[in-house]
């Protein structure tokens, strides 16, 4: 027996062949006899296997010994022998450099997150996984960065060390001229002032007034209810909306009310506390001449707290839909802070007036007036875009089309942020002007989220959209009568409540 004559033997052979072989005494001695003195092999199957695949196990670059049968199994282009070598200075520098050199020659980029594709990714990763877009934000995180800073400068807070507070305070008098900017009067001023304006804009969108002078979050104020004059205590603590008492008792039936007498001005033919649409399920706010259901959602009563699941929103929209009627969910907090959007929208189900196309003029607009108008008219607020379109009626925006990259579906080259619209005044067709004129390579690829708590797709709108497919509801965490993004999940809040889900269509054009 020779090497040459059992390469022969076992080339092509299968697991089972091979170990026919070794069953020959003749030949398992002759392995054993020439593997005894190289370790690699480990065992004479393994030879055998070796040899079945013409193959030969590589030397490691870094000291030169021969690779094991393990760990060239695991990995066909091992170069390594040991986890000493892989990690030794010279086996990380040979790492690095590998991994740069494949992703310049895939996405000509050196760092995988150079590039937008996974950046994006990533970001998605880190919002499912742990709530926000950058595992630095985590509590986790930061507990690792307090033990590290512990290990390293001997305190929780890398700021109290003396050596690098001594090496900022250097670096502010480069700067500033001062060891702490807000120590420089001016500079601190101009901090206060911008602080001050942020609260009172915050403040003068819910009908109140700041009667003392801003000091920080954490005190406690005077408050004036522009709506009823009631003066009353409260802070601004973690972003905090002060709530006047007597406008806003804590009772959930008093937002309803309030409701249901503003559609009172519209229609003398309302249903309340309707059992007949739908029964034995119960609607808040039932309109026949409109085909229009209201659902007022208690932040606390239609919470997972009081037995209201993922399906139990979207499950009435549905039973609705079955009978022609459109059911709009507004939740607590909607009426509470959102007010004259939530009135404009249940108006224009009565008194919206239709505009002729003349007169008409689309134009790209600046995110600045963009977002002005979509917090003004839009329930869900702006998102900044670089893409926003307007259609004006003599110099006057109607509406406006906010466009930027898909957030959630990367087949589609765009998505549609926003499509808002004045209360009131609809241009007619508006979509599909608004659609037309838009540039060949957006419209080509661009997708759109109806939220199904506000359905506003029609028939004419239904013209220039193709379904998709319907998302599954998504949740809000509550706590003081504030809804907060699933994404921004702490433990303290206190339960969830979930909305309808949304219904994706692409334009068609």
Request: proline share 2%; hydrophobic share 30%.
């Amino acid at each position: 027996m020779n090497l040459s004559l059992l390469t022969v033997l076992c080339h092509g052979k299968n697991n089972s062949q091979l170990k026919e072989l070794l069953k020959n005494n003749k030949i398992l001695n002759f392995i054993n006899t020439f593997i005894k003195d190289k370790p690699y092999y480990e065992t004479p199957f393994r030879f055998l296997k070796l040899l079945s695949k013409n193959a030969t196990l590589p030397a490691c670059i870094i000291c030169g010994n021969i690779i094991s049968y393990s760990i060239w199994n695991r990995r066909n282009n091992a170069k390594f022998c040991s986890k000493t070598c892989k990690y030794s200075k010279e086996g990380k520098e040979n790492t690095r450099k590998n991994i740069e050199k494949t992703l310049i020659e895939k996405y000509k980029v050196k760092n995988i997150l150079q590039h937008k594709k996974f950046k994006e990714k990533q970001e998605l990763t880190c919002l499912a996984k742990y709530g926000t877009k950058f595992y630095s934000k985590t509590s986790e995180c930061k507990e690792k960065v307090k033990k590290t800073s512990l290990e390293k400068f001997g305190t929780n807070n890398v700021m109290f060390n003396k050596k690098v507070l001594k090496n900022i305070k250097n670096n502010n008098l480069l700067k500033f001229g001062v060891e702490w900017p807000l120590s420089d009067k001016t500079i601190h001023k101009k901090t206060m002032n911008s602080l001050v304006k942020k609260h009172l804009e915050k403040l003068k969108k819910f009908n109140l007034t700041l009667l003392d002078e801003y000091q920080s979050t954490k005190e406690y104020y005077n408050f004036k209810c522009a709506t009823c004059g009631n003066t009353f205590k409260d802070h601004l603590k973690n972003g905090r909306i002060p709530i006047c008492k007597h406008c806003f008792p804590s009772n959930t039936s008093i937002g309803e009310k309030e409701l249901s007498n503003f559609i009172k001005q519209f229609s003398s033919n309302i249903s309340l506390n309707d059992r007949t649409l739908i029964n034995p399920l119960e609607l808040d706010i039932v309109i026949p001449e409109k085909h229009l259901a209201i659902e007022f959602n208690g932040l606390y009563w239609h919470s997972e707290e009081h037995g209201k699941n993922e399906n139990y929103h979207i499950n009435k929209s549905l039973l609705c839909k079955s009978k022609n009627f459109n059911l709009i969910h507004i939740f607590e907090d909607e009426w509470l802070f959102q007010k004259n959007i939530i009135k404009g929208i249940i108006k224009d189900y009565f008194n919206s007036k239709k505009i002729k196309t003349n007169f008409i003029t689309f134009k790209k607009i600046d995110n600045k007036l963009a977002k002005k108008f979509n917090e003004k008219y839009n329930i869900l607020g702006h998102i900044t875009t670089k893409n926003n379109f307007g259609l004006f009626y003599k110099n006057r925006l109607i509406h406006v089309l906010s466009v930027g990259k898909p957030r959630f579906n990367k087949i589609y080259k765009y998505e549609i942020y926003r499509l808002s619209s004045t209360f009131n005044f609809k241009i007619e067709n508006y979509f599909k002007v608004l659609i037309d004129n838009l540039p060949l390579s957006i419209k080509e690829s661009l997708i759109f989220y109806e939220n199904k708590r506000f359905p506003i797709i029609n028939k004419t709108l239904l013209d220039n959209l193709i379904f998709l497919s319907n998302s599954k509801p998504s949740y809000f965490f509550v706590k003081n009568k504030n809804r907060y993004s699933k994404y921004n999940k702490i433990n303290r809040f206190d339960y969830k409540i979930w909305d309808c889900g949304s219904t994706l269509y692409q334009v068609k054009y």
